[in-house]
């Protein structure tokens, strides 16, 4: 624009004979003899993009409607000038300054896709300028031709100024304003098919009446669609139109009063002829370019409607659309639930779309989105809520924040969850995330796919694993395969059974037992007081110095080959986690996990009963994720499972509030407040033991030293009767001797008595 401006002279000042030594004859046939030069490009509204129909859209849309509506107002006041010239020929001169000042105020208005464009301010400029001197001219000439002059003018006025921007005026932007109403019309006949089509009951399910809405939605939708479409190329034809429309008239215009003024006006003929030969050609190229372009959009039209016919069924067929479970960015309508009392709900239908690491939403009418929450780290799961489908809920990596948003479809719903996990392991921050988020997913896909050679592969590893001691803390900064030469060796296949299950949900007390379980949770379905009531039974907990409480979601649990090294927890989340990633299992059973100096609790939160109880005893190893801290697991040694009379090791895996490391931290602590009152009670049992045996010798000893009084009073006795019976008959020793044997059992007051009486 500045090239051709600079080559015409266009914008420079009036010249005078000292600048350059032109003349103004040359200097004014400088500026009007301006090149023939291309348009700069026109904005369009994507029509590839209406079926989407995204906020985005919607306001690059509202920004071509206030584009059409300053249009409007501007062609309008245009009108009335030329109309002006038109009607009053007494008032020609005054009208031809009001159509001067404005075409030099196109530069000052501010339409929102106007841009910076050079050529068209600079070409009205020039027009504005020649118009001016026109004016001058036509006092002088106003009465040369009084009655075929005028007619012949007012008659070209009509033809060729007041006939194009008429039409402009009259049919182009009544066109717009009529394509408005349809649109919005359609529109909303769309919102309320959408909305009453994901009211549906997923429960009581009416063929009938899902088939009437299905259709309803896929009329409503094809019209919305339909209709935008051609919308949306009236408004892109109209960055054309707009331009011929001004540039005709004055085209026109000028032609006229050069026909007018041709007697007399040679020289200025001379000085606009190449100047308005110019600007009809840059009329015709535009005027060929809108046509090609025209020509185009109604092709991308036709192409649309056969393609998008198909994804006009709210919800299409998964086998001919399949989902894409390696998307790291996905946009679209959700229905998001919005709590409005204790018990009572609302839903809102807005345009959520990932950005990075965040998942934004925007209404219809605002400009940008906002921020729902960072889901780096979230969790997602699928839920039933409100008897409506395709609802999933999101929770935030510290479980502070969840939402629960509802698909249109089974697609839609499949395709947010993947992306959202992926999103939460931050694969987008790779160069290729897509790539990384496939292979993923397929090496996610071998881990849960038992190899035929597993169990070869496992026994020929076994001579290689060494025995070590159970660890009592694992750290959860360490990193795999650094504990010691011989966990090196090992295989990851050999520290999970071969061909062990998956459990995902943890078994209810009043359903069946999980084999392995029944040894150790005798327990289980004990109800535990909120208000620290016994109800006349004294818990067998209320003793444990120990006592905190944890929220935890359970991912999973399986049979383990090994219980000696934290690498069998880390593969066992990776096993657990790969195969819900596989298989699609979001649902986490929430559950408080009780830590105390006698064992672990799952206590379920709404209902206060014990759903597992594991011994603390039997805990063996746990360990946090090295990573995601909020990942924890623990192995459980057992007698039973599936070889009987055999000691097995289960692993459980558990997701926390981002509390991974405090939880294992809590269950050593109760390990070794458990050790040493365990060595408490080994002292204080053997302290009473020795006690015992001092007791008992005790008594022992006293025993012995009555055995020996007993005997020294006999001999005394024997030898008083042996005394008296060197004096005495037989006969009279025995009086004596039992006498005397009386005596020595009655005591002193028996001697005297029996004296007195002989």
């Known amino acids: 624009g500045r090239d051709i401006r600079r080559q015409a002279g266009w914008g420079q000042p009036r010249c005078d004979r000292a600048r350059g030594g032109l003349g103004r004859r040359e200097l004014q046939r400088r500026r009007v003899s301006a090149p023939a030069a291309a348009m700069p490009g026109i904005d369009k509204l994507p029509i590839e993009e209406t079926l989407e129909d995204s906020p985005q859209t919607r306001s690059l849309l509202g920004v071509f409607e206030e584009d059409a509506a300053a249009i409007s107002n501007y062609v309008n006041q245009l009108f009335q000038a030329m109309h002006r010239i038109y009607d009053a020929q007494n008032e020609l001169s005054a009208a031809t300054h009001l159509t001067s000042k404005l075409l030099k105020e196109y530069e000052k208005q501010r339409f929102p896709l106007g841009g910076d464009d050079e050529v068209m301010t600079s070409t009205l400029q020039q027009f504005a300028k020649v118009i001016d001197e026109a004016s001058a001219c036509i006092c002088f000439i106003y009465f040369a031709n009084l009655s075929s002059c005028h007619a012949v003018l007012s008659t070209q006025l009509a033809d060729a100024m007041m006939f194009p921007i008429t039409q402009f005026k009259e049919r182009d932007l009544k066109e717009i304003l009529t394509l408005k109403e349809v649109f919005q019309i359609a529109s909303n006949d769309h919102d309320a098919a959408i909305t009453r089509y994901s009211r549906l009951s997923k429960r009581r399910e009416n063929e009938k009446i899902k088939a009437e809405v299905t259709e309803d939605v896929y009329t409503s939708r094809k019209k919305q669609h339909q209709t935008m479409m051609h919308y949306f190329c009236a408004l892109n034809s109209l960055q054309y139109k707009k331009k011929i429309a001004m540039l005709e008239p004055l085209l026109g215009y000028m032609q006229a009063q050069i026909s007018f003024f041709k007697m007399g006006s040679e020289n200025l003929t001379e000085q606009l002829e190449e100047f308005l030969t110019n600007i009809g050609t840059s009329v015709q190229n535009v005027r060929r370019e809108m046509e ?149 997913n397929q090496s996610a896909l071998e881990a849960v796919t038992p190899s035929p050679s597993f169990q070869q592969r496992h026994e020929s590893m076994r001579p290689a694993v060494q025995s070590r001691p159970p660890a009592a803390r694992t750290s959860s900064t360490g990193s795999l395969g650094s504990d010691s030469a011989a966990l090196s060796a090992l295989s990851l296949d050999s520290l999970v059974a071969p061909d062990t299950p998956i459990q995902f949900d943890i078994i209810s007390p009043v359903s069946e037992d999980l084999p392995g379980q029944a040894k150790f949770s005798g327990q289980s379905g004990r109800r535990t007081n909120p208000f620290g009531e016994s109800g ?106 599936r070889v009987e009379s055999c000691q097995t090791s289960i692993c459980y895996i558990f ?102 009486e002989a």
């Open 655 to 756: 997701e926390s509030n981002n509390e991974g490391e405090k939880i294992c931290d809590s269950i050593g602590l109760a390990k070794q407040i458990a050790f040493h009152a365990e060595l408490d009670r080994q002292a204080s049992e053997k302290q009473k033991e020795i006690d015992r045996v001092k007791e008992k010798q005790q008594k022992e000893l006293n025993k012995q030293k009555q055995i020996e009084k007993d005997l020294e009073e006999q001999s005394r006795l024997i030898a008083a009767s042996s005394r008296s019976n060197q004096s005495s008959g037989e006969g009279q020793f025995v009086v004596l001797s039992s006498s005397q044997s009386e005596d020595s059992d009655l005591g002193e007051d028996g001697k005297k008595k029996r004296e007195s």
């Open 536 to 641: 006349g039974s004294k818990s067998e907990t209320e003793d444990s110095i120990l006592h905190q409480l944890f929220i935890v979601r359970f991912l999973g649990s399986m049979e383990v080959k090994s219980d000696e090294s934290p690498e069998v927890v880390y593969e066992t989340m990776r096993q657990i986690l790969a195969a819900r990633a596989i298989h699609n299992v979001f649902r986490m059973t929430e559950s408080h996990l009780l830590v105390t100096c006698d064992c672990l609790k799952l206590i379920d939160p709404q209902t206060q009963v014990t759903r597992l109880r594991f011994p603390l005893p039997n805990v063996v190893l746990y360990a946090t994720h090295q990573e995601n801290k909020r990942l924890f697991g623990f192995v459980l040694r057992t007698s039973g499972g």
């Open 292 to 440: 090609r372009e025209v020509e185009n959009m109604q092709q991308t039209i036709e192409d649309l409607e056969v393609a998008s016919d198909p994804l006009y069924l709210p919800d299409p067929d998964t086998t001919k659309f399949p989902v894409h479970r390696n998307l790291t960015r996905k946009a679209g309508y959700l229905n998001a639930r919005n709590k409005t009392g204790l018990v009572s709900s609302s839903w809102e239908r807005q345009f959520y779309f990932t950005q990075g690491g965040n998942l934004m939403s925007q209404a219809r009418g605002d400009v940008a989105g906002g921020l729902v929450m960072d889901i780096d780290n979230c969790s997602v799961m699928a839920v039933d809520c409100e008897d409506r489908r395709y609802c999933f809920q999101i929770t935030s990596f510290d479980g502070k924040k969840s939402s629960i948003l509802q698909a249109e479809s089974k697609k839609d719903y499949e395709e947010w969850i993947c992306t959202i996990n992926n999103i939460s392991k931050q694969i987008y921050l790779s160069e290729n995330p897509e790539e990384i988020a496939a292979r993923v």
